[in-house]
């Protein structure tokens, strides 16, 4: 009986401040702003049509759910085998290994991403070293633009695909891969057959995650990002700052709604073991 | 006074009446009434699910029985919350606490109830001298083996004076060898110490050895309660009969009587021997009845019977166990029956498989289920 | 693992990766012991004058003070708002328990300029203004889920036994909770504690909407910077000293309760 009470304070915590704001949100973008409509306005959806119908807003969309897919792409290809060798070893390399994945996470992300400008940049180091090896003439554009985004993302978000694939790797018994080499199957043939099968929820549960994750970012698209990179968050961002609200709660309220439903088949599809 | 006794030198009676429990659909314990004598060292027995591991955390307080009444001392114990009932709970685990050294753990109790730390630690002592674990105060839990793990639960249980003491299958972690040595020292540890004790066991040979009285339970219901001796020799039902050791069940129609004694006819057509029933209301002429004959009480002869009052069998298998032999048998009518013979001579050569057998018992030892 | 050729490829591959995670931290820490004007990697010479800089300009000090003040701020209320809560989760059933966590988790995947613009409508429709509580509580929403992630894990795992026996030795309810609960909690708070008070002090996009010139935080000031000035090593010094002792924690803490374990991040 004390259980329930002794949840009660988060539940009113988070209600009068997440949903209540969520719901502020929802609320204000049905109406127009007063420098749209100086006499007021009546609950409308022109926010909503100008967010989906105009076409440069809708581009502004297709950027980021792009964006998304290509870093997800990305985050799951080059993090899959270290996944496998994360699961696979059992020596007292697993505790640096682990050590050297979730490290990244706990340094701020301005940090990082400031680190890859100085790498980036057109005196930054990936240049320096080009130019000096004479592989390039002139600096290659690495940053302010997609290219630059892409690394910066790839770079943030790779510890998280990697740690919940190794979870599931984790759960597929070694003796498995032993019997298909045993019955004569090579490494691609026990990847494909034994290895990826067996781990495609934790495959799904990874590819929610990071999407979710990347068309929520925000600093690293700002600070790495030109004027043509332009998504979802930083849209609502600016759109803040030049005081149009209520179109930025409209924006901010599709954003939501695209992550609810990913948070939705993360939860009932993807049914993958937790932390404990 | 002994430390490890505390306020009662024999430990409290406890009486259940009535308890009954469901979870959802499932019936676990239903009308479950006992009464355990002070100082008695009763086992609840029965298979898994049988609600002996309900009734134990009713008793401790930790499941609220949806009715019924659980009694300790003459006391009404239903509203009493787990920390008030001042009994002893070891768990299967042990549950010692893994942040505390021993001597934390085996204090615990006494500390919760703001004792003076100078008597406390004379008291633990005491209590670890008890159990023979003096000298490992300062370890912890991670670093003693099982059995030394389970004498601290023990140590920690007794320290605080319990008048009852409740063990829920705490053997059952260790191998055979060890769980025997310590089925011995719990027993005279509890009778020097007179404490009133409930064992939750599945195990029925431990039952068997440790036990002043077993409580047999099967699907939440009370099957009988009585001395190991009268639970093996006078089952009350097919499921206590057939539960404890082994037992042959022999079924056919009540055909007379010898003297004393009831003639049974087999479905095979035999007329056999059995005890009539000690309450002296013997079944009717023609009555369907079931008896028990337990298997080292059968004598195995060869060929066919020329005595009446045998049971004609053919022998299907032979297995040797070292200390005996086990004959499995059959009767003409498709029974099976098993005896067993005490390997103290050569059995004769004739018995082989596929032999003629003829099967013969004291008249006591084929005894009525009372149906 | 086997030990055919293919193995080998594949753990340097491994290592490669690793590299690139660990490269613009490395390269931010690099920067700061330079001794070029602005923020070059490998710098052409070794000084300490940066720290110097950085330790001098009130403007991010202040800014790190604040952070600081914030994210301890965050951090208690994120504990005394996720402990009661977890042993709740953990003893009752709750009706629609898996969406009920599901749901005091999401801040975990949502996008964080959400919390921060709803927040700001908040904050303005009640007329509150640009009030500092709002930010606090608004980190105090993001953060509280790492808190609950961690202590749920660990008391989940905890042997219930434990309470139970405790009880029955004599302990009442606050006894029980104070000698048996808490010390095994301890791992999971710490963990989520430390991570709760690091997603406060690194926070930007909930920040970034509700600071004003006067409560800014450290990692809002560094942003501005960045977007608006060239940027020059002092952000690589400031970089250099949280890395530092971020990692520092990091490694003792690890040492101490495992945080490896009970924070992988397996799905949520």
Redesign the interface.
């Known amino acids: 009986m ?6 009660i ?3 009113v ?2 209600l009068a ?2 949903v ?3 719901g ?2 929802l609320y ?1 973008s049905f109406f127009l702003s007063l420098l749209q409509s100086p006499a007021g306005s009546s609950p409308t959806l022109a926010n909503y049509a100008k967010a989906f119908g105009d076409f440069f807003y809708l581009r502004v969309l297709l950027q980021t759910l792009a964006l998304g897919a290509a870093v997800t792409g990305l985050a799951l290809v ?2 899959y ?2 996944a ?3 699961a ?2 059992r020596t007292r390399w697993r ?1 640096l ?8 996470l ?14 980036l940049g057109r ?3 990936v240049n320096t070293v080009l130019q000096a090896l004479g592989l390039v003439e002139k600096p290659l554009p690495l940053m302010y633009n997609w290219f630059g985004v892409v690394v910066a993302l790839t ?1 943030v978000l ?3 695909m990697i ?2 694939l ?3 790797i984790e759960g597929i018994p070694e003796s498995l891969e032993d019997t298909a080499a045993v019955l004569g199957a090579g ?1 691609w043939q026990r990847f494909r057959h034994v290895v990826f099968p067996l781990s495609m929820e ?1 495959v799904g ?2 590819i929610t ?1 990071v999407f ?2 990347t ?5 690293s698209v ?2 790495l990002g030109g004027s043509d990179t332009l998504v979802l ?1 930083l849209l ?2 600016q759109q ?1 700052i030049l005081l149009n ?1 209520n179109f ?2 409209a924006l ?1 309220m599709s ?2 709604a695209i ?2 439903v ?2 939705y088949a ?2 009932r599809v ?1 049914r ?5 | 006074m002994s430390a490890v006794t505390g306020r009662a030198e024999r430990g409290a009676d406890v009486e259940l009446r009535g308890i009954r429990k469901r979870y959802g659909g499932v019936v676990a314990v239903e009308s479950l009434d006992l009464l355990v004598q002070p100082g008695e060292f009763v086992s609840l027995l029965g298979p898994s699910g049988c609600g002996k591991t309900t009734t134990l955390r009713a008793i ?3 499941i609220q029985p949806d009715g019924g009444l659980v009694i300790v001392g003459g006391r009404v114990m239903n509203d009493v ?9 070891v ?1 299967q ?1 042990y ?1 010692l ?3 505390m050294t021993v001597m934390e753990n085996v204090t ?2 006494l500390r ?2 703001g004792m003076a730390p100078s008597e406390i630690e004379g008291k633990a002592r005491e209590a670890l001298a008890t159990v023979q674990l003096a000298g490992l105060e300062e370890r912890y839990p991670r670093q003693l083996s099982g059995g030394q793990q389970q004498r601290v639960a023990l140590a ?2 007794l320290v ?1 004076g319990p008048s009852v003491l409740l063990l829920d299958e705490p053997l059952g972690a260790l191998d055979k060898k060890l769980r025997e040595a310590m089925q011995v020292e719990l027993k005279s540890l509890q009778r020097q110490v007179g404490i009133t004790t409930i064992f939750v066991t599945h195990d029925q040979e431990e039952a068997l050895t440790m036990s002043d009285r077993i409580a047999v339970m099967h699907q939440g219901r009370l099957q009988q309660f009585a001395t190991p001796q009268e639970i093996y020799e006078a089952p009350r039902n097919r499921f206590v009969a057939d539960f404890i050791g082994v037992c042959n069940f022999l079924e056919g129609r009540v055909s007379g009587r010898d003297g004393a004694a009831l003639l049974l006819r087999t479905d095979a057509g035999d007329l056999v021997c059995v005890a009539a029933p000690a309450d002296g209301s013997p079944p009717d002429e023609g009555a369907r009845v079931v008896a028990t004959l337990r298997p080292e009480k059968l004598v195995v002869r060869a060929g066919k019977p020329v005595v009446a009052g045998a049971l004609r069998t053919r022998l299907e298998a032979l297995v040797y166990v070292g200390t005996a032999v086990h004959f499995h048998l059959r009767t003409p009518s498709g029974e099976r029956l098993i005896a067993y013979r005490q390997n103290d001579s050569a059995p004769p050569p004739e018995l082989t498989p596929g032999a003629e057998v003829q099967v013969t018992w004291e008249p006591n030892a084929a005894r009525l289920l009372p149906e | ?1 086997r030990r ?1 050729p ?1 193995a080998l490829a ?2 340097l ?2 290592g490669l ?2 590299g ?9 820490v690099g ?1 700061a012991f330079g001794s070029d004007k ?5 710098p052409t010479g070794l000084s300490l004058r940066w720290f110097g800089v950085a330790l001098s300009n009130a403007t991010f000090v202040s800014a790190l003070g604040n952070s600081v003040i914030l994210a301890a701020l965050t951090t208690v209320l994120t504990i ?3 402990l ?2 977890s ?3 953990v ?2 059933k ?1 009706p629609a328990q ?2 009920l966590e ?1 749901v ?1 988790l ?2 975990l ?7 921060g ?6 904050l ?2 009640g007329g509150f203004g640009l009030a500092w509580w709002g930010l606090l ?2 980190h ?2 993001i953060a ?1 889920p790492y808190v609950l ?2 202590t ?2 660990v008391y ?2 905890m ?1 219930r ?2 309470e ?10 606050w ?2 909770f104070r ?2 609960t808490l ?2 909690l301890r791992p999971g708070l710490v963990a989520g504690g430390l ?1 709760a008070f ?1 997603t406060s ?2 926070n ?2 909930v920040s ?2 509700l600071t004003t010139a006067r409560t800014t935080t450290l ?1 809002v000031t ?2 501005s910077y ?2 608006n000035q060239d ?1 020059d090593p002092i ?2 010094a400031i ?1 250099a000293v ?2 530092a002792l ?2 520092a924690l ?2 003792v803490l ?1 040492r101490v309760y495992g ?2 374990q ?7």
């Open positions: 004390t259980g329930v009470l002794c949840l304070p988060l539940l915590l988070l401040f997440f209540l704001p969520f502020v949100m204000q080059l993090g085998p270290v496998y060798v994360l696979r070893t505790q290994l682990i050590f050297l994945v979730i490290s990244p706990v340094v701020s992300i301005v940090i990082r991403s400031y680190g890859w400008m100085v790498l005196v930054g180091t770079h790779l510890p998280f740690l919940t190794t979870s599931v490494w934790g549960a990874g995650l979710m994750l068309i929520g970012s925000f600093v700002l600070l968050p609502i961002y803040v609200n930025a709660a901010g954003l939501l992550s609810v990913l948070l993360q939860a993807f993958v073991r937790g932390a404990a | 401790a307080g930790l919350p787990v920390h008030r009932r001042g009994l002893g709970l768990a685990n549950a606490f893994p942040h615990f109790g919760m109830r920690r249980c605080v | 693992m055919d293919g594949l753990r591959y491994c990766v690793l690139f995670l660990s490269l613009p931290i490395v390269v931010a920067v602005i923020a070059r990697f490998p005394a708002f996720g009661p809560a042993l709740a989760l003893r009752q709750f898996p969406a599901a005091l999401s801040p995947s949502l996008p964080g300029v959400l919390f613009v709803s927040m700001l409508f908040f303005g429709a509580v608004a105090a929403v509280v992630r961690t749920l894990a989940r795992a042997d036994g434990l139970e026996t405790a009880m029955v030795l004599g302990a009442n309810p006894q029980t000698h048996v010390p095994l991570f690091l002090f690194d930007v996009p970034i909407f990692p560094i942003m960045l977007v940027f952000v690589g970089s949280q890395v971020v990692l990091l490694v690890d945080i490896a009970i924070t992988s991040f397996g799905g949520q």
